[in-house]
Each structure stands twice: as C-alpha cells, then as structure tokens.
Nanobody, 126 residues
C-alpha cells in the first residue's frame, strides 16, 4: 500500500531553517505529482508548495522566496527547504501524492491528491 512519511519537523527560532522530508513507498514515485500542505490550529489546510513529476513547481505567496520544494526520484523522497521561518509558519505539515498524466502538471488543489502522510509539527518561536 502507499505510504508517505514526513520527517524533519521541530522547534526553531524565527529566522531559522528546517528541511522537511517525505519518504514515499508503495508507488512509482516518478509518476506522481507531490505537494506540501500545512494546517495551523483553528485554520483550514492550505497549500505550501507543489511539484510536478517532472519538477515544475508552484509556491504559495506567503512562502515564495523562503521555501523551496524539490524531489529526488531515485530516493522516492520529497523535500521542503524552509528558510527565514516566521511564527506564522507554525503548523502541522503534510505531504500529499497523486498519480498524474503529464510531467509538467502541478496540482494545487487538495482535492486532487489521493494519498496523504500523517504530518510533522513545525513550531517557530518568536
């Protein structure tokens, strides 16, 4: 079965950096579009960044220039490099996957994703 396992979350001071990883198994990773979402307490889940199977990317305005999504197909792993973290970045971060046709198709709607990880907590202190 498909499994997505996030890691790399933790507590960091404002201005610091973290790198999240999402290890995927049970799927042909290179054929899947991937995304990072986050959900803060009392708020809806929101897109952070997404990447096509071929490496095209999209980021939310709130993280553009600070966060970078990438993937390493040989290792079945998705990454989110987070720099210049702010307290408002505090949330549970989830990775998501969906099989797609076309290597440049970036999925930005949560409803488009089939598989989700359990999430990893990121806390940014001021």
């Amino acid at each position: 079965q498909v499994q997505l396992e996030e890691s790399g979350g933790g507590l960091v001071q404002a201005g610091g950096s973290l790198r999240l990883s999402c290890a995927a198994s049970g799927l042909t990773f290179g054929r899947y579009a991937m995304g990072w979402y986050r959900q803060a307490p009392g708020k809806e889940r929101e897109l952070v960044a997404a990447i096509s199977s071929g490496g095209s990317t999209s980021q939310a305005d709130s993280v553009r220039g600070r966060f970078t999504i990438s993937r390493e197909n040989a290792k079945n792993t998705l990454y989110l490099q987070m720099n210049s973290l702010k307290p408002e970045d505090t949330a549970v971060y989830y990775c998501a996957a969906a099989a797609v046709l076309g290597r440049n198709r970036v999925l930005t709607s949560a409803n488009a994703y089939t598989y989700w990880g359990q999430g990893t907590q990121v806390t940014v202190s001021s």
